[in-house]
């Protein structure tokens, strides 16, 4: 009995998996809206969407990687623009000794 009680509820199961492959986008958005509502009803924080949660983290990361790339680019900005000065520095004292 147990036996087939088991194979009852993977049938039904199946049976679930298979009609949720008919529903349109909106569909399942709205399905899943309804079952995030419904635990909020019973007191429940819903499980958080996994795809959105990846999809944040790959944003924070890429922020990230952002914000260490302007910062060394920065970095190197200041370096060139003190080597420069430092060049033009040297040119203008050799031209106004050459000039005298």
């Known amino acids: 009995m147990k036996r ?3 194979v009852h ?6 049976l679930g998996r298979e009609a949720l492959t008919y529903l ?5 958005d709205a399905l899943d809206e309804s079952l995030d509502a419904e635990a909020r009803a019973r007191g429940e924080e819903p499980p958080p969407n996994e795809l959105l949660e990846q999809m944040k983290r790959r944003e924070a990361e890429e922020e990230e990687r952002a ?6 680019s920065r970095r190197r900005g200041r ?3 003190e ?3 430092a060049l033009i520095e040297a040119h ?3 031209t106004k000794k050459g000039a005298t």
């Open 4 to 6: 087939l009680e088991a």
């Open 9 to 14: 509820k993977q049938e039904e199961a199946q």
């Open 24 to 28: 349109s986008d909106e569909e399942l």
């Open 67 to 72: 914000r260490i790339h302007t910062e060394e």
């Open 79 to 81: 370096e060139l623009l």
């Open 83 to 85: 080597q420069n000065h």
């Open 92 to 94: 203008r004292r050799r």
